[in-house]
């Protein structure tokens, strides 16, 4: 069981890794935006296309891979105010709903997905298939952490209680 919990631990540091190589890359496409619009008197849009897919891959790749579920969104002055028992109620009742909302519309997504083969970006010409194929990842993602959260509700694990004494921003 270490050597499960161990290689997990490492694929989420890969994660985070691959997640600030997408923000350093937007962010040095965006320096060279700069440069070459106001400097250069050259504007350029292959690192506008670049920023807005790497912010796309950036959000959903980090929701998926790299946000904690300690670190999601949540309402937290009705989470916090509650006992143990309802935060387990709150979090198969929402484990439910994630999962059969992302599950039905699964089929949808992968055909939708699938169709954007026919279309590519306009500088950078990267299949929309290709682009779109993180939201997919994404929503199996969901689908599995939802699933083991839900699962742990239901054998009794209560979700953390939120401490606003020790909110942060993830770091």
């Known amino acids: 069981m270490s050597a499960i919990v161990r290689s997990m631990g490492f694929l989420a540091r890969r994660a985070e890794n691959v997640a600030a190589v997408m923000l350093a ?39 998926a891979f790299v946000v904690r579920e300690r670190e999601e969104i949540r309402f937290d002055v009705i989470y916090g105010a509650v006992g143990p028992g309802a935060r387990r109620v709150m979090c198969v009742i929402t484990a439910v709903a994630l999962v059969m909302l992302y599950g039905v519309s699964l089929p949808a997504v992968i055909d939708y997905v699938s169709f954007m083969k026919v279309e590519k970006t306009a500088y950078l010409k990267i299949r929309f298939d290709w682009l779109y194929s993180i939201y997919v990842v994404f929503v199996v993602a969901v689908i599995i952490r939802y699933l083991w959260l839900g699962w ?19 770091v």
């Open 152 to 170: 742990l509700a239901l054998r009794g694990v209560a979700p953390e209680e939120f401490d606003p004494t020790k909110a942060s921003s993830g």
């Open 25 to 63: 890359t937007m962010f040095v496409a965006f320096i060279i935006q700069i440069f070459f619009r106001y400097v250069a008197n050259f504007p350029i849009g292959w690192t506008q296309e670049l920023s807005v897919v790497l912010w796309l891959w950036l959000v959903l790749f980090g929701a």
